[in-house]
């Protein structure tokens, strides 16, 4: 196809900024369809971001002739089944992170891509971001020298109301707390920057009793045999905290996941502090490696093979607590 034309299924809040202009903005690229279940929420809009045409049952839309391609931004319980209608109907598929509530699940929308030999992209987005791409231009080019370990630090407090978290902390639908919410965005880029987890080990457990969900998880990586890693995540903290620090034979670089202060590079010459902001439209980089894909021009760095992988890594970390706590059971 020479224009990729869209259609959304699920236009909740992640479509108004973070992604759905990004589908109008990318070159060889169209948004003609959105859905939602409530249709006057559909025609809103809609109507606000100039999209010909609204649905309010999401195989209408898949069925759609005009729709060459479709983007899945529900909760998570719901991914595998959209992804695979639309892989049935012949269509690429552009889905939420986390791909779905649990490995096992990703690999039934695997197996339905295979089959139906359609492509399958994952919106983990950091992948794409020209703030990303600097951190493994700097790595890449031995900046920091041979890596040989890192440290992922994500803290949080817990909301006045945690009912405000919504569906993110409720395992049923999401898979999990905001350690898959948001430690996911995190692991996956790690896979990017330095390659997959071979093996993991970890300990999730709820301190605060404010959700159901896991609230601390703190984990150790190996990547091959010669990189190893430690991940702490705690999400009933009395602070905010957000720092991946990797290290090197000749020095380190610290950076944040998920706010855009500068780069630190230490090596013995002292601390360079390098510029990385986030684009305005925070999906449009990979929106647009993905139609790049789609229409012959590039590869996206995304896909559904590496989303896999990552939730393999958040399956290996959570398996204690959500047998012990019968989720997912």
Same mark, same amino acid.
């Given at each position: 196809?020479?224009? /990729?034309?869209?259609?959304?299924?699920?236009?909740?809040?992640?479509?108004?900024?973070?992604?759905?202009? $990004?589908?109008?903005? !990318?070159?060889?690229?169209?948004?003609?369809?959105?859905?939602?279940?409530? !249709?006057?929420?559909?025609? *809103?809009?809609?109507?606000?971001?100039?999209?010909?045409?609204?649905?309010?049952?999401?195989?209408?839309?898949?069925? *759609?002739? @005009?729709? *060459?391609?479709?983007?899945?931004?529900?909760?998570?319980?719901?991914?595998?089944?959209?992804?695979?209608?639309?892989?049935?109907?012949?269509?690429?598929?552009?889905?939420?992170?986390?791909?779905?509530?649990?490995?096992?699940?990703?690999? @039934?929308?695997?197996? !339905?891509?295979?089959?139906?030999?359609?492509?399958?992209?994952?919106?983990?987005?950091?992948?794409?971001?020209?703030?990303?791409?600097?951190?493994?231009?700097?790595?890449?080019?031995?900046?920091? $020298?041979?890596?040989?370990?890192?440290?992922?630090?994500?803290?949080?407090?817990?909301?006045?109301?945690?009912?405000?978290?919504?569906?993110?902390?409720?395992?049923?639908?999401?898979?999990? $707390?905001?350690?898959?919410?948001?430690?996911?965005?995190?692991?996956?880029? /790690?896979?990017?920057?330095?390659?997959? /987890?071979?093996?993991?080990?970890?300990?999730?457990?709820?301190?605060? $009793?404010?959700?159901?969900?896991?609230?601390?998880?703190?984990?150790?990586?190996?990547?091959?045999?010669?990189?190893?890693?430690?991940?702490?995540?705690?999400?009933?903290?009395?602070?905010?905290?957000?720092?991946?620090?990797?290290?090197?034979?000749?020095?380190?670089?610290?950076?944040?996941?998920?706010?855009?202060?500068?780069?630190?590079?230490?090596?013995?010459?002292?601390?360079?502090?390098?510029?990385?902001?986030?684009?305005?439209?925070?999906?449009?980089?990979?929106?647009?490696? /993905?139609?790049?894909?789609?229409?012959?021009?590039?590869?996206?760095?995304?896909?559904?093979?590496?989303?896999?992988?990552?939730?393999?890594?958040?399956?290996?970390?959570?398996?204690?607590?959500?047998?012990?706590?019968?989720?997912?059971?």
């Amino acid at each position: 196809m020479e224009t /990729v034309r869209w259609g959304i299924i699920g236009v909740g809040d992640v479509t108004e900024a973070k992604s759905g202009p $990004g589908f109008q903005q !990318a070159d060889r690229s169209q948004l003609v369809a959105v859905m939602r279940r409530d !249709a006057q929420r559909a025609a *809103d809009y809609a109507r606000r971001h100039g999209v010909p045409r609204w649905y309010d049952d999401a195989d209408a839309l898949i069925a *759609d002739p @005009e729709v *060459d391609a479709v983007y899945v931004a529900t909760p998570p319980d719901s991914h595998a089944d959209y992804t695979g209608r639309a892989l049935r109907a012949g269509k690429p598929v552009y889905v939420e992170k986390p791909m779905a509530r649990t490995a096992a699940e990703c690999e @039934e929308m695997l197996s !339905a891509a295979r089959r139906t030999g359609t492509a399958l992209f994952v919106a983990y987005y950091r992948r794409a971001m020209p703030r990303f791409a600097t951190v493994k231009e700097l790595l890449d080019g031995g900046a920091i $020298g041979q890596v040989r370990a890192f440290r992922i630090e994500n803290f949080a407090t817990v909301p006045d109301d945690p009912a405000a978290l919504g569906w993110r902390v409720r395992p049923e639908i999401s898979g999990g $707390g905001l350690f898959v919410d948001l430690g996911s965005h995190t692991l996956d880029l /790690v896979d990017h920057l330095l390659g997959p /987890v071979t093996r993991t080990t970890g300990f999730a457990a709820n301190t605060a $009793g404010a959700y159901s969900a896991e609230d601390v998880v703190s984990a150790t990586f190996e990547l091959g045999s010669a990189v190893v890693g430690t991940g702490l995540w705690c999400y009933a903290a009395g602070e905010q905290r957000d720092e991946v620090e990797i290290v090197g034979s000749a020095g380190s670089l610290i950076f944040s996941s998920f706010g855009q202060e500068p780069l630190r590079l230490r090596t013995a010459a002292g601390t360079e502090k390098i510029e990385a902001p986030y684009p305005s439209t925070v999906q449009q980089p990979l929106i647009q490696a /993905v139609v790049d894909e789609l229409t012959g021009h590039g590869t996206s760095p995304s896909t559904g093979e590496s989303a896999a992988r990552t939730a393999r890594v958040v399956d290996a970390l959570l398996g204690r607590y959500r047998r012990e706590h019968r989720i997912g059971s």
